[in-house]
């Protein structure tokens, strides 16, 4: 048996024990609880949008260099080499780097030639009869060189793509403007968002009579990108006689809007 003082401080031992064992539990409940409750009862979202103007640095566009000839494939490829070399370097000469000179397309292809052949009558039969036709025959073909530009003067687009059409480019076409690293354009926009979302956290909290509590989460709708109307999505050029420079068009490459959305959720105080 144990004496008055040491069951008194077992006693004692064994109620702070049971005090520490529900403090614990009552500790362990309350973060679950607060883990699960604002996101299921407690919580409010709200939304905002960022949206920065900014003006393309970069002009992008494609041609091609088409070549249509006899069987003779090793003049067609030596034709579109020659004046693929002169493109390059035009462009080279206009200040265009490497990197920005892309071949996206080569592609030969043959053109085919079939024979018709007429359906053949007896007479008085007015069942019809035909002849054994010979196969497609190749006849020539086709040799089609695609190249994408990207020109970072915009002084000079106009200059360039009529100078690739001079030096054998037979079809120009995508042109587009863009940015070379929207990353910064694209933070800009996103801290407008944020902040405009913040705000209006604070005018739902006051409207609801509740505080703002902690930011549970934050969802991106993404970073976009909105050609203005004064942005050029075609290119003409102006009708000149046989062997004459082609006149340079002109090009507006206007502005761009670069727009992101987030969405933050909220914990209710």
């Known amino acids: 048996m144990f004496s008055d ?4 401080i077992l006693n004692w031992a064994i109620i702070i024990a049971v005090l520490m064992t529900g403090g614990a539990v009552w ?6 609880s607060r883990s699960i409750e604002p996101s299921a009862f407690r919580s409010f979202s709200v939304s905002g949008e960022g949206k920065v103007v900014t003006r393309p640095d970069v ?3 494609t041609f091609q260099i088409i070549n249509e000839g006899s069987t003779d494939i090793a003049a ?3 034709d579109n080499v020659e004046r693929g070399n002169k493109i390059n370097s035009f462009l080279k000469e206009q200040g265009v780097g490497d990197k920005d000179i892309k071949t996206e397309q080569y592609n030969l292809t043959p053109r085919y030639q079939n024979t018709y052949c007429a359906p053949r009558f007896s007479s008085g039969v007015s069942n019809q009869a035909t002849t054994a036709c010979p196969p497609p025959e190749i006849v020539g073909y086709t040799v089609i060189q695609g190249v994408t530009v990207r020109v970072r003067d915009f002084a000079k687009i106009g200059a360039i793509l009529s100078g690739v059409v001079e030096r054998g480019a037979n079809n120009v076409s995508q042109l587009n403007f863009t940015i070379d690293d929207p990353v910064t354009v694209e933070n800009e926009a996103r801290a407008q968002a944020i902040a405009e979302a913040r705000e209006k956290a604070k005018l739902v909290a006051r409207a609801g009579g509740f505080s703002v509590g902690r930011l549970l989460g934050i969802d991106e709708g993404g970073g ?7 942005s050029s999505r075609m290119m003409t050029f102006d ?4 062997g004459a420079p082609l006149s340079a068009p002109t090009i507006e490459p206007g502005s761009q809007d670069v727009i992101v959305n987030v969405t933050l959720r909220y914990e209710i105080n």
């Open 76 to 78: 067609l490829q030596r």
């Open 239 to 242: 009708a000149v006689s046989e």
């Open 224 to 230: 976009q990108f909105y050609y203005t109307e004064k």
């Open 5 to 8: 003082p040491t069951r008194k």
């Open 59 to 61: 002009a992008q566009f």
């Open 27 to 32: 500790s362990s409940a309350r973060t679950y």
